[in-house]
């Protein structure tokens, strides 16, 4: 008897906007891929900079103001909370009335979603997103767009069942987990504890200086690293219900896809795919024409 077909993964809000996430260290003097394609979003529009997951935020506005203004991205505003009253606050609300998008800078996630979380300010963000507007995430402001957000977990050595620790995220994406700084701080053992904790979650890592791009139906990557898609739908044994916390993660039959700039992911197959000539094109015009290899 076949399998039944996993649900697919999807936005948990209907919006017509579009989420850039991205998993940390995304290069601001460079080439600025990632950004420049914020900044494409954006257009004539106005960005806020949510600097909410850090406790101490002096100069993360300067820096993104200073690289979007390069790219050509003249309207720029910080939105920081000192606390969760602060979320109810009309001066803070109008930062978004009109805006394009938001950009949530890393920290911790965890005072991204206690600060914002079910607020009128959280409304708003909503309302930019619902209306087209585009919605990004680094770092920490990349796992936080989930419903279910990765906090804690082993990285450097094998992923130990006691160690992870999920919460609740914003919910922008429904039936995916997002980890971010992925190969340069180990992270694969978790990602594959999070995923058999509850297969019908999608695991996604994201390398830094790298970027995925989600609509309703897939997301394509961007940047100079890697996008690693685990799969635990097909996930036949785990013994994340009966080992104790210090024992080793066991998992058999997971998939792993591994993608690179230009790759796209179909989120109602659960199926990696090639660029379409289409995406490629628009791929290259943003990269500057950097040669089929890098845009395939």
């Known amino acids: 008897m076949p399998k039944p077909k996993p649900e697919p993964v999807s936005r948990a809000t209907h919006g017509r906007g579009v989420l850039i996430v991205i998993g940390g260290h995304e290069d601001k003097e460079g080439d600025r891929v990632i950004l420049k394609e914020v900044a494409r979003r954006v257009g004539r529009g106005r960005l806020v900079i949510a600097t909410v997951g850090s406790h101490d935020p002096e100069g993360y506005f300067d820096t993104y103001r ?14 920081y909370l ?4 602060q979320a109810h606050d009309p001066k803070k609300l109008e930062l978004l ?13 965890l005072r991204i ?20 507007g585009v919605i990004c995430g680094t770092s920490a ?7 279910t957000m990765l906090v804690r977990g082993n990285g450097e050595e ?16 429904k039936h995916m987990v997002i980890d971010q700084h992925f190969a340069e701080r180990g992270r694969m053992g978790r990602l594959l504890g999070a995923v058999a904790l509850n297969p019908v979650e999608l695991g996604v890592g994201i390398d830094e200086d790298t970027a995925i791009v989600l609509n309703n139906s897939s997301f394509s990557v961007l940047g100079s690293g890697a996008v690693y898609v685990v799969d635990g739908s097909s996930v036949s044994y785990s013994n994340i219900a ?4 210090e024992c080793t993660l066991s998992i058999f039959d997971v998939r792993l896809h591994l993608l690179a700039q230009g790759d796209v992911f179909d989120l109602a197959e ?10 490629r094109k628009r791929l290259e015009k943003l990269t500057g024409g950097e040669g089929e290899g890098d845009a395939a």
Request: glycine content about 14%; aromatic content about 6%.
């Open 82 to 85: 000192g606390d969760r009253e």
């Open 242 to 245: 009966e080992g104790e916390d």
């Open 141 to 147: 402001g990349a796992s936080v767009l989930c419903t």
């Open 113 to 132: 979603t206690s600060q914002l979380g079910d607020t009128p300010l959280f409304e708003r963000v909503l309302e930019v997103y619902k209306r087209g």
């Open 158 to 173: 094998s992923h130990r069942l006691g160690t992870l620790r999920m919460a609740p995220g914003l919910g922008l994406v």
């Open 97 to 109: 009335e009109g805006a394009k998008g938001v950009f949530f800078t890393g920290g911790d996630q």
């Open 66 to 79: 200073k690289a979007f203004k390069e790219l050509g991205l003249e309207k720029t505003a910080e939105l």
């Open 270 to 279: 659960r199926r990696p795919r090639k660029a379409t000539p289409r995406e």
